[in-house]
């Protein structure tokens, strides 16, 4: 359940001293911007984990109270303050009473600057800390030199007001970047504590870490279920939106599977355990989505590299402004206040937040909403796709012949019937046209007579006795091989994409029964989309030239590749590409493994619990082909959110390094305290603005 460890080199949380992993990517060195590599939800129970994520938060504005309430002396004894409310207060030794209160508030509300410059070296990753680290100590080295008798005015009242607007600042990001781990808590949320499971023939509750695979499970209506399985007894509605996205309550009942974390409706069901733990749907996504969020993408890479310059420079032009301001004017207080301004204004904190927090609340999105991201960057090339190739069985279509239509050829057995004696000799065949009428017959209600002297023919189909009749369910080749002329298929029956199926009752023909791999729903409306963002479609498939041509015709897709074999479909995504085009390839992720890899972003369907996809870059959960296209929305969107982010970041300090090193003087003078302000909101914009991110449904 741990994060990934990535190459770079983890840092340490300045509070707690403990190693952080990146929530984006990066060397993490502060609190703010990482996560606990050594913490998940599940070594302290979901309270415990939040009330420790929320611990440098909670430090950060009580240091900011207790530095608020050490300030109001400070500002009261400085003496510029005294100068410009007209009042004074002065007694022996109060410049020493100063420097004491100004120690207190340098070490105890600077502290977490000041461990965060010591990790930020450490781990050779110079950054924002350093910054401030920086700048709050040049404020109190000069002042504390101006108390002992260096000639100048103290900066105790900047160096505390400036502290205190930190640390404000500091609480105030961390409280909206609490959000971005708050999506992922919330997966590990919807496990119970408890479960009952029934132990020799009684309900026993256990504790959720104790529960083993083939257990059976008491689910009452409104329940958390505890772990994936297989319903042995009961019917009900699941709502499963906190996984999939899809609001919409899912019917189960025997033999149908459920995912853990799903919430049951109002029906008591048994169920068997088949995946607990790290093995379950919900634990896999977990980790999919902690491995996303710290995996750099393009554009994560290259706001890492701004911010660090932004370090380099924030320092150089500190100094510079130092070297500038004392040369004219001689005067060494202001010279500092200058250099002291454009260090902490400099402080690239919006940029290093900027995208982490996009990756984080996006991934977390993502996967409540059932598009699972295993490759950030792939991700992001989601919005340059000109093409999507589709792979026909179990991607546009559900995969399972399903009953198109019943045809009874006589007057004596009308269509109920013709499926009943169908299904009756089917019931004991595994063949997939067997599964087609068995599904209808659940569907329509009909009762499932018993069948006598079952017996599969091969490649003809099956027959038995039935209600005292010799009955035959079988295709074309039975009449060829019993030598008996065929009956004639009603023009209505499409032979070139329904699979016909005879109904005989002692040797007479009394229905015919046609099957086809149905078209899911959401085919039809995915590709007008696609094509209304411009993006072509193209069905790919094993199928014959006819049957691919009328799914995409039917669809509406700009055109098919007919009789292509698994291993070949690797080599029609590369010839797309060749062509200049960027492709996504969706597939079932086990026969379309290649192509999937081939693509440039390879989009496999799940089907409920299957997230193994391992050459996928993007898992749809619910296999619907619409989520290609929210896919895509949601890439662009994200990707918009990033920019955003970045020019507003970038263009910040563009305008207030130099308004910091003062250009503008003597007409206009910005303050650290004032820089400091601005620091912290464009910090807060940044966080706000990756806030409002959300998925169109």
């Known amino acids: 359940m741990h994060p990934q460890v990535l190459k770079d080199e983890p840092g340490k949380c300045p509070l707690c001293g403990m190693t952080l992993v990146p929530i984006g990517g990066g060397p993490a060195t502060n609190g703010h911007t990482s996560r606990h590599s050594g913490h998940s939800p599940h070594d302290y129970g979901n309270e415990n984990f939040n009330k420790h994520e929320g611990h440098h938060t909670g430090d950060f504005l009580s240091r900011f109270w207790i530095s608020l309430v050490i300030t109001i002396p400070i500002l009261l004894l400085s003496h510029m303050i005294q100068q410009w409310l007209g009042f004074n207060i002065t007694f022996p030794g109060d410049k020493y009473v100063l420097l004491a209160l100004g120690t207190v508030i340098y070490i105890y509300g600077g502290l977490p600057f000041l461990k965060g410059m010591i990790g930020e070296m450490k781990a050779k990753a110079i950054g924002m800390m350093t910054l401030v680290a920086i700048a709050i100590s040049v404020a109190y080295i000069y002042s504390v030199a101006v108390v002992f008798g260096l000639q100048g005015m103290d900066f105790f009242w900047e160096l505390a007001t400036l502290i205190d607007i930190m640390l404000l600042g500091h609480w105030l990001e961390m409280r909206s970047q609490m959000a971005a781990s708050r999506a992922l808590q919330s997966l590990v949320a919807l496990l119970p504590n408890d479960v009952t499971v029934e132990r020799n023939g009684e309900a026993v509750k256990i504790k959720l870490e104790d529960l083993q695979n083939g257990e059976t499970v008491i689910i009452k209506p409104g329940e958390k279920i505890p772990a994936d399985g297989s319903v042995l007894e009961g019917h009900s509605y699941m709502n499963e939106s906190m996984l999939t996205g899809e609001s919409v309550p899912v019917k189960k009942e025997k033999d149908d599977k459920v995912i853990a974390g799903s919430i049951n409706g109002d029906g008591a069901l048994k169920v068997q355990v088949t995946a607990v733990g790290k093995d379950s749907y919900l634990n896999r996504v977990i980790n999919l989505v902690q491995e996303a969020q710290a995996t750099k993408s393009n554009t994560q890479n290259l706001a890492d590299k701004v911010a660090k310059w932004l370090t380099f420079i924030a320092i150089a032009v500190g100094i510079a402004t130092f070297v500038y301001w004392f040369a004219n004017s001689g005067d060494i207080a202001f010279a500092l206040e200058r250099m ?17 927090l996009v990756v984080a609340i996006s991934t977390t999105l993502s996967a409540t909403n059932g598009l699972l991201i295993r490759n950030r960057t792939a991700f992001e090339t989601t919005r340059k796709l000109s093409t999507v190739i589709f792979d026909k069985t179990g991607t546009l279509t559900k995969g399972s012949h399903a009953v198109e239509k019943v045809i009874p050829l006589t007057e004596e057995y009308n269509a109920d019937e013709v499926i009943q004696y169908a299904a009756a000799v089917q019931q004991n065949s595994e063949h997939h046209i067997a599964k087609g009428i068995m599904a209808t017959l659940k569907e329509k209600s009909l009762n499932l007579w018993k069948s006598q002297n079952f017996s599969y023919m091969q490649g003809i189909g099956v027959k038995g006795v039935v209600n005292g009749k010799n009955v035959v369910a079988g295709g074309p080749n039975y009449f060829t091989e019993n030598h008996l002329q065929m009956p004639e298929v009603p023009a209505e029956i499409n032979q070139e994409a ?3 199926n005879f109904v005989l009752i002692d040797d007479q023909v009394i229905g015919i029964i046609t099957l086809a791999d149905s078209i899911r729903e959401g085919s039809a409306q995915a590709i007008d989309e696609l094509k209304k963002m411009g993006i072509k479609s193209f069905l790919l498939t ?7 041509a009328a799914v995409a015709e039917k ?50 369907v799940g089907s409920g619990t299957d997230v193994a996809a391992e050459t996928a870059d993007i898992i749809l959960v619910d296999s619907d082909p619409r989520d290609v296209v929210k896919l895509i929305d949601f890439g662009k969107l994200t990707y918009k959110k990033m920019v955003q982010n970045l020019i507003w970041a970038v263009g910040y300090n563009v305008v207030a390094i130099p308004l910091a090193a003062g250009v503008l003087y003597p007409n206009f003078i910005l303050s650290p305290a004032m820089g400091a302000v601005l620091m912290s909101v464009s910090t807060i914009v940044v966080a706000i603005n990756a806030s409002f991110l959300k998925i169109k449904k």
């Open 555 to 604: 669809l509406g897709m700009d055109g098919y590749l007919a009789n292509v074999l698994p291993h070949n479909k690797q080599e029609k995504v590369k010839e797309f590409q060749d062509k200049g085009e960027v492709v996504a390839m969706t597939g079932d992720g086990v026969n379309d493994a290649p192509a999937l890899a081939q693509a440039d972003v390879g989009i496999a």
């Open 542 to 548: 094993g199928d014959n030239d006819k049957i691919a």
């Open 498 to 500: 329904e699979t016909v």
């Open 340 to 356: 002291v301004t454009v260090m902490v204004t400099a402080c690239p904190h919006a940029l290093g937040v900027a995208i982490p």
